[in-house]
């Protein structure tokens, strides 16, 4: 390692690692943060480990969905390319008030409310969606839909986080593993479906709905699934409440037999009172309206507002290159062949093995953060590396050689992905942490709405145009993660 480099690791460091001040507010969280390490990781840790990937699951799970039910919506309910992406856009408006409310929420009532609620939401509206009579209905189901499911990834990250110990604060990357295997579902149960019961739109661009019958089977499995992922949170493990949000809402005598009881099932001993942590006054809602106030004002405050600007910037830009590539890959795959085109098997076939290959690049990821390129030049290099890939897929009309771009680019978007997950709460204390994640998060969803629309608009008059911009948007991203000021790499969540 460079003298550079150690020198920016000692100074981030300093940022997060020092003992505090008594008037730090994160300064309670230090004592707990021995606790945590004191505790280790046991069985409800590792539970809670596979919960929270199930709402990982069903986020990636339902983004691949729309891509791959998007033809044949188009064909059923005659929607032009130029507006076929407003479904997309709607659960992207959806999640805009899912990634920021459950984030606030979750800060206000709880982790553990909101971490059922999400699903709850998700199940009911995603299954409404298969029944939708009409393109507008189909989009403002698949809003509400975006709502609950918009809430997971904020609020499951947060929870898992400040259940473990700092020593082992990387398996919230191994979290990122449950991503592309969500996308794997569902590319899966498309490749099963959709195929098989497809209609054959006709010279005049008719389409007959009976016929018709696999995007809603699709949509339909999907929602059952989120049903039974939310029965599982519910009936796997006695949850309890977060610890760390306990303290801050003031119920320290909570936070202690909380972990206490975590102490027991690991097989351990705690000695801990309630003099270790300071008072934490109770809020009215007045007072948590308040908070959320000065906690967003904090977020732009000193050192701090370099990462949040930063951080929010990382997550505008791959939001948007993202989906204007993956949202119509299917489309992608079937038109830009120059050889004999691919069947509907095939397309969906393709589609799953690109997905599946972005499983890899999530376990390949937990190995990177840890190692000396850290979190920063994981994201930074993974980025620059997708942006090449997509490029060259413009480049070939061979449907093979265009799938090891696409696999390539899978591999490392989830990778990617995967890192701005883990990194994002790493880098905001507990106090402002669901705050800080939900913020970033709503504004990747704010300028991923615009990304179905452009991307249709340049497919109309030439798909390598949409291609071109997200290539561009993805090296872009990873140029501003180079610039992040602190890197988390080994240093304990506050």
Excluded at 257 to 286: C, H, Y
Aim: hydrophobic residues 50%; aromatic residues 12%.
């Amino acid at each position: 390692m460079s003298g550079t480099e150690t020198a920016s690791k000692e100074k981030d460091t300093v940022i997060l690692a020092v003992s505090p001040s008594p008037d730090d507010p994160t300064a309670k969280f230090h004592r707990l943060n021995e606790l945590l390490s004191e505790i280790g990781m046991g069985t409800y840790q590792w539970k809670m480990f596979t919960l929270c990937g199930l709402g990982w699951i069903a986020d990636n799970m339902w983004l691949q969905i729309l891509a791959s039910v998007l033809p044949q919506v188009q064909a059923e309910f005659n929607v032009p390319d130029a507006t076929s992406g407003l479904g997309t856009s709607c659960v992207f408006i959806g999640m805009i008030f899912g990634s920021l409310g459950w984030g606030v929420i979750s800060d206000i009532i709880g982790r553990k409310p909101a971490f059922v609620l999400t699903l709850t939401l998700g199940g009911i509206f995603g299954t409404a969606a298969a029944f939708s009579p009409n393109f507008l209905a189909y989009c403002i189901l698949l809003g509400l839909m975006g709502v609950g499911v918009g809430g997971n990834l904020p609020v499951d990250g947060s929870l898992f986080l400040e259940f473990i110990p700092k020593e082992r604060q990387s398996l919230l990357m191994m979290l990122s593993l449950f991503w592309p295997v969500g996308g794997a579902i569902g590319a899966l149960f498309s490749w099963w479906l959709i195929p098989s019961y497809s209609c054959v739109v006709t010279a005049a661009g008719y389409c007959d709905p009976a016929s018709n019958r696999g995007w809603r089977y699709t949509i339909a499995a999907m929602g059952l699934l989120t049903f039974a992922m939310l029965l599982f949170r519910i009936f796997f493990i006695k949850m309890y409440e977060s610890p760390k949000w306990l303290i801050t809402a003031g119920r320290k005598e909570e936070a202690i037999e909380t972990l206490k009881k975590l102490a027991e099932m690991n097989g351990k001993t705690i000695q801990v009172s309630v003099d270790e942590f300071p008072d934490v006054e109770r809020e009215t809602t007045a007072e948590s309206i308040k908070r959320f106030t000065r906690d967003v004002k904090a977020l732009f405050v000193g050192k701090m507002i370099v990462t949040t600007v930063l951080i929010c910037l990382v997550w505008m830009t791959i939001s948007v290159a993202y989906t204007m590539f993956y949202g119509f890959l299917p489309k992608f795959l079937a038109t830009k062949g120059t050889g004999t085109p691919l069947t509907l098997n095939e397309v969906y076939r393709n589609y799953f093995i690109q997905t599946a290959f972005g499983i890899p690049g999530s376990i390949a990821g937990t190995y990177l953060i840890d190692s000396r390129i850290g979190r920063k030049g994981t994201m930074c290099a993974g980025a620059i590396g997708i942006g090449i890939s997509l490029f060259l897929f413009t480049t070939s009309g061979d449907s093979w050689i265009q799938l090891v771009y696409n696999c390539i680019a899978s591999f490392l978007s989830n990778l990617v992905y995967g890192v701005i997950y883990a990194y994002t709460p790493e880098v905001f204390a507990t106090n402002v942490r669901g705050t800080g994640v939900g913020l970033a998060s709503c504004l990747g969803r704010i300028v991923g709405v615009s990304a179905p629309f452009l991307s249709g608009a340049l497919i109309a008059v030439n798909p390598n145009y949409a291609l071109y911009l997200s290539a561009g948007l993805f090296a872009l991203m990873g140029v501003i993660s180079a610039f992040l000021p602190i890197e988390t790499r080994g240093v304990a969540a506050l």
